[in-house]
């Protein structure tokens, strides 16, 4: 990053840049030629909020948590740095320190949630290290909410798989207060009381509560568990209200900021007796949508034009995947997911009881899937990657299927004296058959680049998937 960073010049892109208020000293150059690389276009945004708060209008489609993150470690564990570096380094340098900590957590929670979830150890950990490598890792390197977003998000679907629903909800109640699409999160919370709800009417009667009871549980808990999601995002509407539609008051401006809201004709300072923005005086005044649509023209269909084709290209890869992955679980249950999910049964016989294609798996290509969409028709589908790579464990749980199913170097401890049948449910890695056992003798990603010349088509590809962001 360093390298490229001085070697190839920046895109002249009209994005946010705000302009730096004081000279930096020569710690502060030397972080920023380190590091620089790390804080262009968003993480722009997330800097200058831990640094001077919502100043902006369209500053508020970023969520405070993470840069209320950075801030409390630069001014707390960084704090002796102070003395050399100016506070935007030490923030820079807080989130190259935050989002490495929450990748790797990142990554071990989704280890966790792909054990419980898939029964195989080995599958969840080859989508662990496919994690690792995924080219959404991009962007949670650099300064951007998309590493804790996955930490947070990751942890509660694996404490709410576990039994821990009020943990869960505390996890995906913060997860909200990271990024606007942790509020889909809500529907495994609902789903899960649903589908509680919906198995303890097929049991026998026994000596159950009466309905209305069961009802009246699982929907007060559905109700709170929701709620709780809701109310990160609530308060920040909120917030931002306050703050932008309140009464005029007067508020010190540094000068060259106020020139660059000046300049760009289109940005909103906080209220200084000024006329109230438009959506001051919507019945539900949002801030959030109000910027989607004003300030990046976030729509349906609205991407939909020719001079966007590259970066639907861009968006390609990962749109292929997810949908293959949808594709392929649909056909594999399509009696499980045309009853949702909901009906009491057991693993029908030839119906494979652990792995991508187990009953678990449901909600979560549902939920993949319901991102997927929304994300190619409403978003600008050159962040779809990244959308989907820090929201759903769907797309490295479907490649690692991929891999263990057509691979024949993944079947045994060796790799010339493996069958070429690439149907065969060989195991991974020298398992006995069925089984999906604790140990890993090798790095089977290691295993893979360093048979490259042997691998299957397919292997290549998925491979190539998340290898090839990283020399883009």
């Avoid at 951007?144 to 943990?167: D, I, K, N």
């Avoid at 923005?277 to 976030?298: E, G, K, L, T």
């Avoid at 045309?338 to 187990?358: D, I, Q, V, Y």
Wanted: a positive charge; proline letters at 6%.
């Amino acid at each position: 990053q360093a390298v490229f960073n001085l070697l190839i010049p920046d895109h002249s892109a009209d994005a946010f840049s705000p302009p730096r208020l004081s000279e930096p000293g020569l710690w502060a150059l030397l972080v920023e030629q380190l590091l620089g690389g790390l804080s262009r276009w968003d993480a722009e945004h997330f800097l200058f909020i831990a640094q001077r708060g919502y100043l902006y209008e369209h500053n508020c489609a970023f969520f405070p948590l993470y840069p209320l993150s950075l801030r409390t470690l630069a001014e707390g564990a960084l704090w002796p740095l102070r003395r050399l570096l100016r506070l935007r380094s030490c923030l820079l340098l807080s989130a190259a320190l935050l989002n490495s900590l929450f990748s790797v957590l990142a990554a071990a929670a989704l280890y966790r949630l792909g054990c419980v979830v898939l029964r195989c150890r080995r599958v969840a950990f080859l989508a662990a290290l496919l994690f690792a490598i995924s080219p959404a890792n991009v962007f949670m390197a650099a300064a951007y909410s998309e590493s804790m977003f996955a930490f947070l998000a990751f942890s509660a679907m694996w404490q709410l798989e576990t039994g821990q629903s009020w943990r869960s909800g505390l996890l995906f109640s913060l997860a909200a207060g990271v990024r606007a699409n942790g509020l889909v999160n809500a529907g495994f919370c609902l789903y899960s009381r649903t589908k509680c709800f919906a198995l303890q009417l097929q049991v026998g009667s026994g000596s159950k509560p009466p309905l209305w009871k069961q009802l009246l549980k699982a929907a007060s808990s559905a109700v709170l568990m929701c709620a709780g999601i809701f109310v990160p995002f609530a308060l920040f509407q909120y917030y931002a209200y306050v703050r932008f539609c309140g009464p005029g008051l007067e508020r010190a401006v540094p000068q060259p900021l106020l020139r660059l809201a000046l300049g760009k004709g289109c940005y909103r300072l906080v209220t200084m007796n000024g006329a109230k923005p438009s959506w001051c005086s919507q019945r539900f005044p949002v801030v959030y949508s109000y910027i989607q649509d004003a300030y990046w023209n976030v729509g349906f269909l609205r991407y939909f034009e020719l001079r966007q084709i590259p970066n639907f290209l861009l968006a390609l890869p990962v749109t292929l995947l997810g949908s293959w992955a949808a594709w392929t679980y649909i056909i594999a249950n399509p009696r499980h997911c045309l009853t949702l999910g909901l009906e009491r049964r057991s693993e029908e016989e030839g119906k494979p009881g652990a792995g991508f294609c187990c009953t678990a798996v449901f909600v979560y290509v549902v939920h993949a899937t319901v991102l997927l969409v929304f994300g190619f028709f409403c978003m600008h589908v050159q962040v779809l990657t990244r959308f989907l790579g820090s929201s759903s464990p769907v797309l490295y749980w479907f490649s690692a299927h991929l891999l263990q199913q057509h691979e024949p170097l993944l079947w045994g401890e060796g790799t010339d004296n493996q069958p070429a049948a690439p149907h065969s449910k060989k195991p991974l890695l020298g398992e006995s058959p069925g089984s999906c056992g604790k140990g890993m003798s090798e790095n089977p990603v290691v295993r893979l680049l360093t048979n490259r010349g042997s691998i299957t088509p397919l292997s290549k590809w998925i491979l190539g998937f998340f290898l090839s962001y990283w020399l883009v």
